[in-house]
């Protein structure tokens, strides 16, 4: 699927809105680069509006020093050599972008005292041919639209957002909170900034919506659908300007539409082969949790393999590092010839090898030619040292798992001691002078459904 010119529809619109005298918003649209961008300024005596414009411009010129980088993304494809190497090479190109224009931002601001303090969101798309790169800072929001469902795949940086997600406030709470609008990440307050980056598979028919908080504030995700099912693009935007003006217009309001035309019609095709594999994801219990954006970090640090039948996947007894999710085909789990388990597609094996090196328990076998996914220690590692709420939502779910396996455990060790002792002759008791009998405790066993997380 060929991410060119021609695919690319887009429309961007945006309004000072009902209540405020200037716009501090700006956006960015470059469909010959596939770089999109919303930014919403701060900082009061149009000093948001320097801040917004400078981010916005610093983007595209770093963004245009580094071609080179920038046409690797619109040609990497899932099964291209080194393709997570490529991917982190762009992530970088963006992040970096993001420092360029913070410290631009910062040092504005420095120079001129009305300024200072001046800051800006920034939410960046850059479309190649099978991915979509995400970087991000602030309240600004990115929405993916795909077969009539949305996702929200960026994050709030707001301080409310950070209480909903600690479990402190709730989000009925979070909609009179005195303190909704309060930042907690912006472009060019300091030198530098943190940035969310992101990586997301695309298909034919996919739409993007990039919307400053002036929208998003009156316009719920639920209600988005039916505004993108518009034939023309060019009349979302101006929908969507008009009803956050309808429902008060408090904030200025920017709306960039992004669609990519299924001219091939193979949309539902390829949509129910990525829904299967993020669902069968989603279904592992490290995983169970997580949301689409996150499900979606996990999903693109996973390689793609192809095992003959026949061939051993890994040997019992050998140091485990990788989980393997099924996508076709299908293995056999077994110890020499006794076969324990036959998995097939959405099933996983080998989940405890991302925490512990301890050796297969079992040897995996393909009987099938069979297409996995695979996950290693230090890919996953990496990824939640650096994802800091990924990883406490996912260490969180490892503790579930074995909590439920320590419980299961011991329940069958008490089940095991209550059959031994119901089996000691009553001579036996005697002996003991009537008290009852110590009993070795049997090795405990391994649990949990067959295949699963065994080897």
């Given at each position: 699927?060929a991410?060119?010119?021609?695919q690319i529809?887009?429309?961007?619109?945006?309004?000072?809105g009902?209540?405020?005298?200037?716009?501090?918003?700006?956006?960015?649209?470059?469909?010959?680069?596939?770089?999109?961008?919303v930014?919403?300024?701060m900082?009061?005596?149009?000093?948001?509006?320097?801040?917004s414009?400078?981010?916005?411009r610093?983007?595209?010129?770093?963004?245009?020093?580094?071609?080179?980088?920038?046409?690797?993304?619109?040609?990497?494809?899932?099964e291209?050599?080194?393709?997570?190497?490529?991917?982190?090479?762009?992530?970088?190109?963006l992040?970096?972008?993001?420092?360029?224009?913070?410290?631009a931002?910062?040092?504005?601001?420095?120079?001129?005292?009305?300024?200072?303090?001046?800051?800006?969101?920034?939410?960046?798309?850059?479309?190649?041919?099978?991915?979509?790169?995400?970087a991000?800072?602030?309240?600004?929001r990115?929405?993916l639209?795909?077969?009539?469902e949305v996702?929200?795949?960026?994050?709030?940086?707001?301080?409310?957002?950070?209480?909903?997600r600690?479990?402190r406030?709730?989000?009925?709470?979070?909609?009179?909170?005195?303190?909704?609008?309060?930042?907690t990440?912006?472009?060019?307050?300091?030198?530098?900034?943190?940035?969310?980056?992101?990586?997301?598979?695309?298909?034919?028919?996919?739409?993007?919506?990039?919307?400053?908080?002036?929208?998003?504030?009156?316009?719920?995700?639920?209600?988005?659908?039916?505004?993108m099912?518009?034939?023309?693009?060019?009349?979302?935007?101006?929908?969507?300007?008009?009803?956050?003006?309808?429902?008060?217009?408090?904030?200025?309001?920017?709306?960039?539409?992004?669609?990519?035309?299924?001219?091939?019609?193979?949309?539902?095709?390829?949509?129910?082969?990525?829904?299967?594999?993020?669902?069968?994801?989603?279904?592992?219990p490290?995983?169970?949790?997580?949301?689409?954006?996150?499900?979606?970090?996990?999903?693109?640090n996973?390689?793609?393999e192809?095992?003959?039948?026949g061939?051993?996947?890994?040997?019992?007894g050998?140091?485990?590092?990788?989980?393997?999710?099924?996508?076709?085909?299908?293995?056999?789990?077994?110890?020499?010839?006794?076969?324990?388990?036959?998995?097939?597609?959405?099933?996983?094996?080998?989940?405890?090898?991302?925490?512990?090196?301890?050796?297969?328990?079992?040897?995996?076998?393909a009987v099938?030619?069979t297409?996995?996914?695979?996950l290693?220690?230090?890919?996953?590692?990496t990824?939640?040292r650096?994802?800091?709420?990924?990883a406490?939502?996912?260490?969180w779910?490892?503790?579930?798992?074995?909590?439920?396996?320590?419980?299961?455990?011991?329940?069958?060790?008490?089940?095991?001691?209550?059959?031994?002792?119901?089996?000691?002759?009553?001579?036996?008791?005697?002996?003991?002078?009537g008290?009852?009998?110590?009993?070795?405790?049997?090795?405990?066993?391994?649990?949990?459904?067959?295949g699963?997380g065994?080897?």
């Amino acid at each position: 699927m060929a991410t060119g010119v021609e695919q690319i529809q887009f429309w961007a619109a945006t309004d000072v809105g009902r209540v405020r005298d200037h716009n501090e918003d700006n956006f960015l649209a470059d469909r010959n680069v596939g770089l999109f961008a919303v930014a919403d300024g701060m900082g009061g005596h149009a000093a948001g509006e320097v801040a917004s414009s400078i981010a916005v411009r610093t983007v595209r010129e770093h963004l245009g020093r580094y071609r080179d980088v920038v046409e690797k993304a619109r040609v990497v494809r899932q099964e291209s050599r080194n393709v997570e190497d490529v991917q982190r090479e762009i992530c970088s190109l963006l992040e970096s972008a993001f420092q360029e224009a913070s410290a631009a931002i910062w040092t504005k601001a420095q120079a001129e005292d009305d300024k200072r303090g001046m800051g800006t969101t920034l939410s960046v798309l850059l479309l190649g041919e099978a991915f979509a790169y995400v970087a991000h800072v602030g309240d600004s929001r990115i929405y993916l639209l795909r077969m009539g469902e949305v996702q929200q795949i960026t994050d709030d940086h707001t301080l409310v957002n950070a209480l909903i997600r600690d479990g402190r406030l709730s989000r009925e709470e979070a909609r009179d909170a005195p303190f909704k609008n309060a930042v907690t990440r912006a472009v060019g307050v300091y030198e530098s900034v943190e940035v969310d980056t992101l990586v997301v598979p695309v298909l034919p028919g996919d739409q993007f919506l990039l919307a400053s908080d002036g929208l998003t504030g009156y316009l719920d995700a639920a209600e988005i659908p039916p505004f993108m099912q518009s034939e023309d693009v060019k009349e979302i935007p101006p929908k969507l300007i008009e009803i956050a003006n309808e429902r008060g217009g408090h904030d200025n309001i920017t709306s960039v539409v992004v669609r990519l035309v299924d001219f091939q019609g193979v949309a539902h095709e390829r949509f129910r082969d990525l829904n299967f594999r993020i669902d069968a994801l989603k279904n592992m219990p490290f995983f169970k949790y997580l949301s689409y954006s996150d499900l979606l970090r996990v999903f693109v640090n996973m390689r793609h393999e192809r095992v003959a039948a026949g061939t051993t996947v890994f040997e019992q007894g050998s140091a485990g590092s990788d989980l393997y999710l099924i996508l076709a085909g299908a293995v056999r789990i077994h110890r020499g010839d006794i076969d324990l388990a036959t998995l097939g597609p959405g099933d996983h094996f080998g989940e405890m090898a991302l925490i512990d090196q301890a050796p297969r328990s079992a040897s995996v076998t393909a009987v099938q030619d069979t297409a996995l996914l695979r996950l290693d220690r230090n890919t996953f590692f990496t990824l939640i040292r650096k994802e800091s709420d990924l990883a406490r939502k996912v260490l969180w779910n490892i503790l579930q798992v074995l909590s439920a396996r320590l419980r299961s455990t011991s329940s069958e060790l008490e089940q095991a001691r209550d059959s031994m002792v119901e089996e000691v002759p009553i001579d036996a008791v005697e002996v003991f002078g009537g008290s009852s009998p110590t009993v070795p405790s049997p090795p405990p066993r391994r649990t949990g459904p067959p295949g699963r997380g065994l080897p």
